[in-house]
């Protein structure tokens, strides 16, 4: 492909803002785009026709939003009166604001795009009519599909507004993922064609030096993407479309009134593109690969009988469904050059036909029956109840090498905390001392001697004592509230799984040990790794592993044993106790120094005798 040249025309079909949902918002595709202008990559060229059916699309989606959230007014207000919904904080779920007013913000979200990416407009002023006439008649591209003639007008005009607007000379990027319609714009040198931004971004990256060392740090950053990634996986980012519909328009399946995630395994992804390079960070989109199991459920009123006295559905049975998928699904991050920091943009997960593996019902009472059954024939061969791992995991955690290691730093942690409490009892002497009276002769023996502390953040070139006595004894009276907010910190002496402890470091650096549990009930065969690290501010510092292994036997033909493997519990976990020990190694010394100064102080306070 030929060298692009900068700053490279773009025009971009209605289809593609659909595509992205009209999403304006910060780490949307539409935000890609306008760094790309803002940084001089990119110079956006519109039709007047594609922003005019995007303002009507716009509108549409707000009509449509508005009578959903009617109708779910209404179900609230079904349920419960309006009063008692706004007693209990509820009164958001029924307020409907004006529409005109949502549809006027609506638009001017659009309208700030198009002003901060300072758009070119075209019109239709300049096309030729006859030459839009001669396709519509000669069924030539974009009219050659005879059942949408009519609509196809629009393209036809906007693909004559870029012919005319650049010519056979100036190069122009297209964007669109109509095939008729790029059919339409003619296929000349100066044309460009991709059918998605994400291609366009990807294409005006190439180009950076950068772009191959992009590639290779994301690749090094593999295993912090896949587990950022599969952290943001809970129920509110899935959405299960349980129905589906044949060419006649009849549905299929079930149309689901909760779902929960039961499990996910995030296998790997597959690098899409490469969006944004700059100093700092990195950001790219990605196909995502995941095996989801989700359990789903709906009122079977199918099967219910009416009470026609009532008029209302009489022993409604709620159906529980277990559906599992073979999900891909796109994500974009962004990742810091530096600290290799991994950042997720939140995202969707639609769950549907073309990713469902298996769909089966299952009977609750069944189900818990055949668990009680398995779980006394495993207790019989000596292994847990495959409902017991959460405890078995707690029992284990309590005695081991892990616990042991963590709780002792935990209390020389405290030992610490202690030792600043001291030192806040000492602060507050200091400042007492400091503030009684005493002859000038002492003030300034006492100043002279505390200004040859270079770590007392006063400057001591002041000729007055008084003015110098009185920010010495202001100093003293804030470091001793610091040092008594430091003494307040203490860790607990005991730790569990899905806790997280803060712990405040040195020069007041937050951290947060982070132990993760064991979701859900496990499956024999299965290795289960539960997640303990150590994060601060949004990094991951350290990170490792507790490996539980579900143990299992099999049986042949014969009845004797022909596979298994025992119950285990591995800890993993040698670099997060590193950085906790180095963590705890930097306190000390930020300890000492204080002792020091403290020890510094009295002397000074000592010499001149102010205490008496």
């Excluded at 059942?147 to 190069?171: C, H, V, W």
């Excluded at 950053?221 to 809970?234: C, F, K, Q």
């Excluded at 064991?518 to 289960?528: A, F, Q, R, V």
């Amino acid at each position: 492909m030929k060298k692009l040249r900068y700053p490279l025309n773009v025009t971009i079909d209605t289809n593609i803002f659909e595509a992205n949902h009209f999403d304006f918002g910060t780490g949307s595709t539409m935000s890609v785009l306008a760094k790309h202008i803002q940084n001089g990559k990119v110079k956006l060229v519109l039709s007047d026709i594609v922003i005019r059916e995007v303002e009507k699309h716009i509108s549409n989606r707000v009509d449509e939003v508005c009578g959903k959230a009617r109708k779910l007014r209404q179900d609230y207000l079904h349920i419960l009166p309006e009063q008692y919904l706004t007693n209990i904080g509820l009164e958001f779920y029924i307020q409907i604001p004006e529409k005109g007013t949502i549809h006027e913000k609506a638009q001017k979200v659009f309208a700030d795009f198009i002003s901060h990416c300072n758009v070119e407009r075209l019109n239709t002023g300049g096309i030729n009519i006859e030459k839009v006439l001669d396709d519509y008649f000669s069924v030539c591209p974009p009219f050659e599909n005879s059942e949408k003639k009519r609509k196809e007008f629009p393209d036809a005009f906007i693909a004559e507004e870029i012919k005319n607007r650049f010519g056979s000379d100036e190069t122009v990027a297209i964007i669109s993922q109509d095939n008729g319609f790029k059919k339409a714009c003619g296929d000349s040198d100066n044309h460009i064609f991709y059918s998605s931004l994400g291609d366009l971004f990807d294409a005006i990256n190439k180009q950076d030096e950068e772009y191959t060392a992009a590639i290779e740090l994301i690749k090094a950053n593999a295993d912090s993407i896949i587990h950022e990634i599969r952290e943001l996986i809970d129920d509110s980012c899935i959405e299960v479309r349980g129905l589906s519909y044949d060419k006649d328009g009849i549905p299929e399946g079930y149309d689901y009134e909760e779902t929960y995630m039961e499990h996910c395994h995030v296998s790997g992804f597959k690098l899409h593109t490469i969006d944004d390079i700059d100093e700092e960070k990195i950001m790219a989109s990605l196909w995502v690969q995941s095996n989801i199991s989700i359990n789903c459920y709906f009122d079977d009123y199918d099967n219910a009988p009416w009470d026609s006295e009532e008029k209302e559905y009489i022993y409604v049975e709620q159906k529980h469904i277990l559906e599992k998928h073979d999900a891909r699904f796109g994500c974009r991050i962004e990742i810091n050059r530096k600290t290799e920091e991994v950042q997720v943009i939140p995202f969707r997960i639609i769950l549907g036909g073309d990713s469902r593996k298996s769909r089966v019902e299952v009977d609750d009472e069944q189900e818990a029956m055949y668990r009680e059954l398995e779980d006394a024939d495993r207790e019989d061969l000596g292994f847990l109840a495959l409902s017991n791992y959460n405890d078995a995991l707690d029992n284990d955690l309590n005695g081991s090498p892990m616990a042991q290691t963590i709780i002792g730093l935990f209390e020389q942690y405290n030992d610490i905390s202690s030792a600043y409490e001291d030192l806040a009892i000492s602060y507050d002497d200091f400042y007492t001392c400091a503030k009684a009276k005493v002859s000038e002769d002492d003030k300034k023996a006492f100043i002279a001697s505390l200004s040859s502390e270079k770590r007392i953040p006063i400057d001591f070139s002041d000729n007055s004592n008084d003015n110098l006595l009185g920010d010495v004894c202001e100093w003293l009276s804030q470091k001793s509230e610091t040092l008594s907010d430091k003494a307040e910190v203490r860790l607990p002496d005991i730790i569990g799984y899905g806790e997280s402890i803060s712990i405040v470091g040195a020069n007041g650096q937050e951290y947060t040990l982070i132990l993760d549990e064991l979701h859900g009930i496990p499956d024999e065969g299965s290795e289960e790794a539960i997640e303990v690290s150590l994060k601060s501010n949004r990094e991951t510092i350290a990170r490792g592993n507790v490996k539980l292994t579900i143990g299992y036997l099999d049986f042949d033909e014969n009845g004797g044993a022909s596979d298994g493997i025992e119950d285990s519990i591995d800890y993993e976990v040698e670099d997060v106790l590193e950085a906790l020990e180095s963590l705890l190694l930097k306190l000390r010394d930020e300890l000492d120094d204080e002792q020091d100064l403290a020890a510094s102080i009295k002397k000074c306070i000592e010499k001149c005798e102010l205490i008496k």
